[in-house]
């Protein structure tokens, strides 16, 4: 019997007792998922996994009360029972009509990706990538390199008729690395890719070789002296996690329902400089992984946050746009694409007076009103548009939301790593504060 | 509770390799109210089997979404073909794994599964309670989260177990309106070991809590920013839990020392004040139950409490079978994996600075200008030593006076530069037991600290 076969009987089950109840709208997704992942450590490969899992989500709406459960068995009483449970949740919670799904869309069956993993090749791949570097990065110590391969095979069904079926492969890799004189570390680096295919070596994806050559320049940091203002030029490593933070303070279902969000009526109006677009694209060829319908069952489209500097969409879901009374995002997805701009990341450093290249902002989580205080991680101080150290014990204050209105330049150069597609970004007016 | 169907398979492990066989269910309980309405009604059970096997140097794992003889046989079978597999890529044989003495350990308390219904009208009357005294909010939320898990561990050369980790915490998130029209925000939770029944029969203890983030929601509406820069402050206890996990836990978890943690070339020298030390606990602290007991660990090692600094001097490493070979010491039981698919991680249990001798009023007014920093969100540190984490309620502290409070900000520091400014300690030690650590993957944790005056930088203006 094929996985799909599986799959598709648990999918029949669950539609036959769905179908058994009235007044129940429901949708659920079952899956199969197998995960192929070898690690090295400290240079030595050290473990190897194979993990077959199964999932099945289920979604109902009862009387207009909401239920979710989660679990990883296909057996029909073990369905059922599931089943059952998750309606009678449902039971005490508020009716509220917000609560939907989408109405029935064409379904489709996509598949992308290399669906079996070629692990004698990825092997060859993972030992490649640990002899150059330590060929080429003697100063570089990588304490992790995890490289895996999944294969995802998927049934999404709703009580409105929409059936989409997914099988998607890809390889994904994580390096975990610190430069190291023999004396002194620098602080812990991060690189990580999502790929389609092994035909490239993994040193030259994305930008695995500056990363390391920077952790071998951040052995001997030197703390910031003193507090001034000052330029900021974000990674797009580090500018996905200010995306990720306007979803959360600015653009998610519950700061624009409870009306927290800074940007709950700015619609239509000027949020950032002309310069800056940023969307969520998971149908944009250079996003590897995505989701094909929202969770509450639209087909995903790509929409725009922000265009050239107006305040276009929230990412609300059906729920929330219901309740708040907005439209709807496109999708509900997180791969961001932000438009690159026309300065090079070369001449972007060289117009900076006094500031940072940061690689990460290390801070607590910011909230609503966007104010952001962090430690400066992987940062490079930068006067009269030289690069002239690593720095440690340096930290960053700025507010995330008034940030975008003091964008200075936005790179040529993006960086597509599978999951998202960011340029450089360079900002003014950041507090930065060492000893 | 899950069923021992596993026992039986340990005829299946091939001989001469270290072989652990792990059957566990993990559930999750989960209910948010946000705005007096019922976004989140969530329930999860996951649950399945996993083989660790370790050949010559290498592990092999391997897990299956099913727990069934069947499928205990596939992964034993699966994991050592892993092993077998990656062994020609290996550069070193590492030796065999320390052993042992074999015993079966058994944790003391199972999981007790409640409907739904119930953790709903709770979070209600939660909610409810805000709703009635806290009028000046715009905008709520309670959250309840019952994540919990229960494992079989059966192993060829190490301990037996059936384990569980049963835990719940509601929290709560009040926004308000400050004086110049932005949202200010205040959260916290009341938790602890057990179920349901255990922690929350009474509501008192989070009706109190409400009462205290309610008052200091409205303080922080009329906030000020905090002034950057080098400043001596109090790190509530609540605060301080984050000292021993962020700061110090992590440099010295093995696997993270062998990646060049600046812990690696300090073992046995001085690297905190002698007022300062750190104990991660196994199942005991101080005569009573640990807030998160781990009675053996996943690899089947027996749990001890591991003292990771003594009066100053950085003691220990924390370890799991593999590193304690390396470093020549026997393992004491951190080695814990998140689900039945995941590889058990050098993990932290319940770990804490040691209480001192000193009143939280006294150390208050020790201070002429700084800080008491009363709340913190996540914490992040680095293989250097330099920590962070977010703080979301403090107040300043103005001639040995508290004054105005402050928003959010960040504080941070070199771990071993800041220990040797700790100059006192309070006498009480408050616990969290609903702490997630990330690494790799998530785990439950628990830390804890006393009061803690020390000089730390803050971000701000």
Redesign the interface.
């Known amino acids: 019997m094929s996985d799909m076969t599986k799959i598709q009987q648990a999918a029949d089950y669950l539609t036959g007792l769905l179908e058994e109840k009235k007044d129940i709208k429901a949708q659920f997704e079952v899956s199969e998922i197998v995960t192929t992942e070898v690690t090295s450590e400290n240079g030595d490969f050290t473990l190897l996994r194979t993990l077959f899992d199964k999932e099945v989500g289920i979604h109902v709406i009862a009387d207009h009360k909401p239920g979710l459960t989660k679990i990883n068995s296909f057996e029909e009483p073990v369905l059922k029972e599931t089943l059952e449970g998750v309606i009678a949740s449902t039971a005490s919670a508020g009716a509220d009509e917000c609560f939907d799904i989408a109405p029935k869309i064409e379904g489709k069956e996509f598949t992308r990706g290399p669906l079996e993993p070629d692990v004698d090749k990825l092997m060859t791949r993972a030992v490649e990538l640990q002899e150059t570097i330590a060929k080429e990065y003697p100063n570089v110590l990588v304490s992790m390199i995890i490289i895996e391969h999944v294969r995802k095979d998927s049934l999404y069904r709703n009580t409105n008729g929409t059936e989409d079926i997914v099988h998607e492969g890809h390889y994904s890799m994580f390096l975990e690395f610190a430069g190291n004189d023999g004396t002194n570390t620098s602080g812990i680096s991060f690189s990580a890719m999502t790929i389609e295919n092994l035909d490239t070596p993994f040193i030259e994806l994305g930008r695995i070789r500056k990363d390391l050559a920077e952790a071998e320049q951040s052995v001997n940091p030197v703390p910031i002296e003193g507090k001034f203002e000052g330029q900021l030029i974000f990674t797009p490593e580090c500018f996905r996690a200010l995306m990720y933070t306007y979803m959360e303070i600015a653009l998610s279902d519950d700061v624009i329902i409870d009306n927290s969000s800074l940007w709950r009526n700015k619609i239509g109006q000027k949020v950032a400089v002309d310069s800056f677009t940023a969307s969520i694209k998971p149908w944009d060829e250079r996003i590897i992984n995505h989701e094909y319908h929202t969770n509450d069952g639209f087909r995903s489209e790509d929409y725009t946050i922000i265009e050239n500097g107006i305040l276009n969409s929230f990412a609300t879901t059906l729920f929330g746009a219901n309740k708040a009374k907005v439209d709807r995002a496109g999708n509900t997805d997180l791969c961001y694409v932000v438009e690159p701009g026309d300065t090079s990341l070369d001449d972007m450093i060289k117009n900076v007076t006094k500031g940072l290249i940061v690689g990460s902002i290390s801070c607590g989580e910011p909230r609503t009103n966007g104010e952001l205080a962090g430690v400066a991680k992987n940062a490079f101080y930068v006067e009269n548009g030289e690069i002239k150290n690593a720095v440690s014990e340096t930290m960053v204050s700025f507010n995330a939301i008034k940030i975008l209105e003091n964008i200075v330049s936005i790179s040529k150069e993006v960086l597509a790593n599978g999951d998202w597609v960011l340029p450089y970004i360079c900002v003014d007016g950041v507090t930065i504060s060492g000893k | 509770m899950l069923e021992d169907i596993l026992c039986g398979k340990k005829s299946l492990f091939e001989t001469g390799a270290s072989s652990v066989l792990r059957g566990q269910e993990n559930r999750?309980r989960s209910v948010i109210i946000?705005?007096?309405?019922?976004?989140?009604?969530?329930?999860?059970?996951?649950?399945?089997v996993c083989a660790l096997v370790y050949k010559n140097?290498?592990?092999?794992?391997?897990?299956?979404?099913?727990y069934s003889e069947a499928a205990a046989e596939?992964v034993i079978k699966?994991?050592t073909e892993?092993?077998n597999?990656?062994r020609k890529?290996?550069?070193?044989d590492k030796g065999v794994l320390p052993s042992v003495k074999p015993q079966v350990i058994n944790s003391k308390r199972f999981i007790v599964d409640f409907?739904?219904?119930k953790i709903?009208?709770l979070c209600?009357e939660v909610d409810a309670y805000i709703v009635k005294n806290c009028p000046k909010t715009?905008?709520r939320?309670v959250n309840y989260r019952e994540d919990t898990m229960e494992k079989f561990i059966y192993t060829s050369d190490a301990c037996d177990g059936h384990v569980a980790y049963p835990r719940v915490r509601i929290m709560v998130v009040l926004?308000m309106e400050?004086k110049d029209g932005?949202?200010?925000?205040i959260f916290d939770s009341v938790n602890g070991f057990g179920n349901i029944d255990d922690n929350f029969k009474s509501l008192d203890k989070t009706y109190k809590t409400i009462d205290e983030m309610y008052k200091r929601l409205c303080d922080k509406a009329e906030g000020v920013?905090a002034e950057?820069?080098?400043k001596t402050v109090i790190l509530d206890p609540s605060v301080a839990g984050m000292i021993a996990h962020e700061a110090i836990g992590h440099t010295v978890e093995a696997?993270?020392v062998?990646?060049?943690?600046?812990a690696g070339p300090n073992l046995g020298k001085k690297i905190a004040s002698d007022i300062v030390s750190i104990v991660d606990y196994a199942y005991t602290y101080q005569d009573g139950q640990a807030p998160l007991p781990v009675y053996v660990d996943d690899e089947g090692i027996p749990a001890e409490d591991a003292v990771l600094v003594k009066n100053g001097v950085l003691t220990g490493f924390m370890h799991n079978r593999?590193s304690a070979l390396h470093f020549g010491v026997m393992p004491q039981g951190n080695a814990r994996g998140y689900c039945f698919?995941d590889?058990p991680l050098v993990r932290m249990r319940n770990t804490t600075v040691l209480p001192g001798k000193d009143k939280l009023e006294d150390m208050i007014a020790s201070i002429d200008d700084g800080y008491y920093l009363l709340n913190?969100?996540?914490g992040?540190a680095?293989?250097?030593g330099?920590f962070?984490?977010?703080?979301?309620c403090g107040y300043e502290i103005k001639h040995g006076k508290l004054g105005r409070a402050i928003?959010?900000?960040?504080v941070?520091?070199?771990a071993f530069d800041l220990l040797k400014t700790v100059d006192m300690l309070s006498d009480e030690v408050t616990w969290h037991s609903s702490g997630t650590c990330g690494k790799?993957q998530p785990m439950a944790v628990s830390m804890g600290g006393p009061a803690v005056k020390c000089k730390i930088?803050i971000?701000?203006?």
Not at chain 2, 182 to 185: G, M, P, R, W
Not at chain 2, 388 to 392: A, D, K, L, S
Not at chain 2, 407 to 410: E, I, M, N, R, W
Request: proline share 0%; glycine share 14%.
């Open positions: 999750l946000n705005q007096g309405i019922l976004t989140t009604n969530k329930r999860s059970e996951d649950s399945g140097g290498v592990k092999g794992f391997a897990s299956m979404a099913e596939q699966t994991a892993n092993a597999y990656l890529y290996a550069k070193n409907e739904q219904e709903i009208e209600k715009s905008a939320a926004k400050a932005s949202t200010v925000e920013y950057a820069g080098e696997d993270l062998l990646g060049g943690s600046v593999e698919s590889e913190t969100g996540n992040q680095d293989l250097t330099e962070m984490f977010g703080i979301t928003l959010d900000t960040t941070s520091g070199i790799k930088n971000g701000g203006r």
